[in-house]
């Protein structure tokens, strides 16, 4: 029956038909649900069970963790931070330490309900407007073009919702897929042709024309101005003083620090809760018993008010403190806790998703399952995730050890940023979602197997260099993969000469 339907409506827009100019947008719902009925009239011909429906497809069932995890995690987050309640704060605070305590947390009094209500009314209007835009984008330039709509949208409108935060405007959610639909992509000539990825183009395109929009603090609620009331109502009914008070920070802002905070700094803030197991201890004992000689302190280290920490630690070095200026005491603080994984700021917490971010990248475990599936059905490159998590990690180890080996007393003065725990880089922000479903971009990667590896390598250098040295963005994975793009065909290009170099001499 279905069938007779579709064949009705094609019969309509055949050629010398008045509907002969919107056949595609017919075709498309008949691809939609049936094979394309098309035959190869000319050599070479292939006979393969995976058309481009089915490896689009491919892609968003791998994207389907990541969903889940948008809708909870955005849910979970606008629950607490739009409630003004600050024990219920504290309360996922506390349980966010084990994964069992989460849970409970989670279920309790049905709380689990509540979330996934919240998650999905922040989550599916913005891909159904992500849909419904960029569609009639595509279904307008294919019925001017006079070519079938091609799947590769399918898989798009789904990936620029899930990193995108989830107060952004519905208007500019528009404006955005506009953008990277037809200047990333239908310029170039449509689906295939494109050199940037078109999804991060959309991206990229809004955090470019409303900075104010796509960072800062928009990575919760939907509603920034009731967020921030929440956050206003709860400082003032718990008393939390200014370095424990609730704010919106992701990891990365926390990371986003300047060069004037040192590692000396940062680990004399964690001895408090770590005591000597902190780096450069023997420095920090050495100026602390100047410290409380020349003040009369009587204090212990390891055992100081916040008052007493604070004052040692901006104190001048000749006096026997740190020398830190009193106005970055509270961004060293909050590092501390995001450098030693102090509080809810856990590795463990991170690798789930359990942290604020945009709607879909916040969960390496999530990107993870993706990755397997994608790797699995040969639809995503290992190849290009694997050189671009060397090129990471090498790049991000790189720093450590700078900093860990070069400047006086071990480092011990050197920038806290640059001795980061360089593993920590892939489990922050975008960076595994980026590798997982971005970089792998068939079209806008290169080709060749050897091209892949030095693609890869390349985006991941780039993406660590961007997040220690530009204060100003501190997630560099959606610039790097895009300046990756535009080198993709260079690299395939000496690749293929260098391939067949070799099958020459190889003859």
């Not at 955090?207 to 101005?225: E, I």
């Not at 806790?337 to 990248?361: C, K, P, R, V, W």
């Amino acid at each position: 029956m279905l069938r007779k339907i579709l064949d009705f409506q094609l019969s309509l827009t055949e050629k010398g038909k008045p509907l002969h100019k919107l056949r595609p947008l017919i075709t498309a719902g008949d691809t939609f649900m049936y094979e394309p009925a098309i035959n190869t009239k000319t050599g070479p011909h292939i006979r393969d069970a995976v058309d481009l429906k089915r490896w689009m497809i491919v892609v968003v069932f791998a994207l389907l963790p990541c969903i889940i995890m948008a809708i909870w995690n955005t849910g979970l987050q606008k629950l607490l931070y739009t409630s003004g309640d600050y024990r219920l704060m504290d309360e996922y605070f506390a349980a966010s330490t084990s994964f069992q305590t989460y849970i409970d947390f989670c279920m309790k009094d049905n709380r689990f309900l509540s979330i996934l209500q919240l998650g999905a009314l922040a989550f599916f209007p913005v891909v159904l407007v992500s849909y419904a835009v960029g569609g009639l984008w595509e279904g307008l330039f294919a019925c001017v073009r006079d070519h079938e709509i091609a799947e590769g949208f399918l898989v798009t409108g789904i990936l620029y919702p899930l990193v995108l935060p989830p107060t952004i405007p519905y208007w500019m959610v528009a404006v955005g897929v506009s953008a990277g639909v037809v200047i990333g992509k239908e310029l170039f000539g449509g689906t295939g042709m494109n050199i940037l990825n078109p999804a991060l183009t959309c991206r990229a395109f809004l955090f470019f024309t409303f900075p104010g929009k796509m960072s800062g603090d928009v990575w919760v609620g939907t509603n920034p101005t009731i967020v921030k009331n929440s956050l206003l109502t709860m400082n003032e009914t718990s008393g939390a003083g200014e370095l424990d008070g609730y704010s919106q920070a992701t990891p990365l802002a926390l990371f986003n620090i300047g060069d004037d905070i040192k590692r000396v700094h940062v680990d004399a803030i964690a001895s408090n809760n770590l005591g000597t197991q902190v780096n450069n201890y023997e420095v920090i004992q050495t100026q602390f018993s100047k410290w409380n000689a020349m003040g009369e302190q009587q204090a212990s280290l390891g055992q100081l008010s916040p008052e007493q920490m604070k004052n040692f630690v901006t104190t001048s070095i000749e006096q026997g403190g740190l020398g830190l200026a009193p106005e970055n005491y509270q961004a060293a603080y909050e590092f501390s806790g995001l450098h030693y994984g102090i509080g809810h700021l856990t590795d463990a917490n991170f690798f789930f998703g359990n942290q604020l971010g945009s709607m879909g990248e916040t969960s390496t475990f999530a990107c993870l399952i993706g990755a397997m599936m994608l790797i699995y059905f040969g639809v995503g490159s290992w190849r290009t995730m694997l050189g671009m998590l060397i090129g990471a990690l090498g790049t991000a180890l790189l720093f450590q050890f700078g900093a860990d080996y070069i400047g006086n007393d071990g480092g011990a003065w050197n920038p806290a940023r640059l001795a980061f725990p360089a593993y920590k880089q892939l489990i922050m922000g975008g960076f595994a979602f980026g590798l997982v479903f971005m970089s792998t971009d068939p079209v806008s990667a290169p080709g060749m197997n050897s091209a892949k590896w030095l693609y890869g390598g390349l985006i991941g250098l780039v993406a660590i260099v961007i997040r220690y040295i530009n204060p100003a963005y501190p997630e560099g994975v959606m610039l790097a993969i895009l300046f990756g793009n535009c080198f993709a065909p260079l690299i395939d290009y000496y690749a293929v000469r260098t391939y067949r170099r070799k099958r020459r001499v190889a003859v």
